[in-house]
């Protein structure tokens, strides 16, 4: 484990630092969206284009770390493993499991257990803070589902595993658009 931190912590906070950004970036769309309009369907735009720009950015820094993983194997310093990006984006969403569990538990006993109550309504008030991005998706369709929290981890772990794939293979998602032309 402590050989893997070394060659991957630099990727995890990279992602870390994207979620901040994302997050606050996606609170922001949400406030300037509900201030707006009272339109229903405005802050669930406002959640794809925060989402949106979370993704994109998952998935350059794992394509970066992909293609040089891809040096590093085809170098004879490093062995190939696919689903290294799955487990960069793992490790990197552990706040976001912890805050999931905390939410599924303590939601169960908040009416009747004071405690469990202080504990549910702390961890969601950090969660949606945390994952700012997806705020305007749960305060509008989803506000008392727990299991929302643990869905916001899935394009996360989706994009690093996507992204990590196509950097390892030298793959690009739009391919020939952005490669500039070489002049005759």
Known sequence: MKAFWADNGKTIGKTLLNQFGSAFLGIMLFMASTALSQ???LPFVAT???TGFYVYLIYNVMWDKGGQDRIKVDGGRGEKNLLKGLWISLIANIPNIILAILITVSNFNKSTDMVAGTVYTISKGIAIVWEGMYTGA???YSPHNP?????MIIPALVASTFGYIMGYNNKRIFGKLFVKKEKN
């Open 39 to 41: 339109v229903v369907w």
């Open 48 to 50: 794809i284009i925060a």
């Open 138 to 140: 749960v305060m509008v």
């Open 147 to 151: 299991i929302i929290f643990w869905l």
